[in-house]
């Protein structure tokens, strides 16, 4: 049903560890969006790619590392965080990042991190 | 920056009963998307606005953008358990650059 896959769906890792979330899209989207959905927060934007290139970082702290190797593959490597970025992490994709007469964004699934 | 408002943040009704939510932007907006999110699901688009006062309507759903495109409003006509979810509205400003998400809604419907 949906153009956009996550792995993995549901992460617990400690503070101490690395881990890595993957998004990939089927659609030939240009732009990829990572976002972060907490109770208190939803629906936060972290980051942005169009054509493989960074456009926007919303004030994410640096444990946060995205990766984009092109443009159907987005990456968000984590590293030493904290219990409160525990969270629905959702991937999205769209054509374009600018403009566009029906620019709507397609979401994965998601990731339901728990950090311990 | 840009800043854009949803209410309610949550609304209870009885099936059968109408349901608004509302969406302002401290800023004109270029166009404004709806968005569902089913319980333990993702956000799914519902419908692109873009024109000043433009009104559409899909089923029981009926989608108002303001004349200023600073407002907008989702309006579902007797409503189903089916209809239970999320509701987001995201804006996106006149430069044309990132959606702005609103809050969300919260619809539960009870039979």
């Known amino acids: 049903e949906t153009g956009v896959t996550q792995t993995p769906r549901h992460l617990v890792m400690g503070m101490t560890n690395k881990k890595s979330l993957k998004c990939e899209q089927h659609?030939?989207?240009?732009?990829m969006y990572w976002y972060k959905q907490s109770a208190k927060k939803p629906l936060e934007l972290m980051f942005v790619y169009s054509l493989e290139e960074r456009v926007e970082n919303n004030s994410v702290p640096s444990r946060f590392s995205p990766e984009c190797p092109n443009s159907s593959h987005l990456f968000l490597h984590l590293h030493t965080l904290q219990p409160e970025d525990s969270a629905l992490y959702l991937c999205a994709s769209s054509q374009d990042w600018v403009g566009g007469s029906s620019n709507e964004q397609f979401f994965g699934p998601g990731t339901r991190l728990t950090v311990l | 920056g840009q800043q854009v408002m949803q209410i309610p943040q949550y609304q209870h009704v009885q099936e059968g009963e109408d349901f608004t939510t509302y969406c302002n932007s401290s800023t004109t907006l270029s166009n404004i998307q709806w968005y569902k999110q089913r319980p333990g699901g993702h956000p799914v688009f519902l419908i692109q606005?873009?024109?000043?006062?433009e009104v559409k309507k899909q089923k029981r759903l009926t989608f108002q953008f303001g004349e200023a495109k600073k407002n907008s409003s989702l309006h579902i006509t007797a409503t189903q358990t089916t209809d239970v979810g999320t509701y987001f509205c995201?804006?996106?400003?006149?430069?044309?650059?990132?959606?702005?998400f609103g809050k969300g809604t919260t619809l539960s419907v009870s039979s």
């Open positions: 659609l030939g989207h240009n732009a």
């Open positions: 995201a804006g996106r400003n006149q430069a044309g650059t990132a959606l702005i």
């Open positions: 606005l873009v024109k000043s006062g």
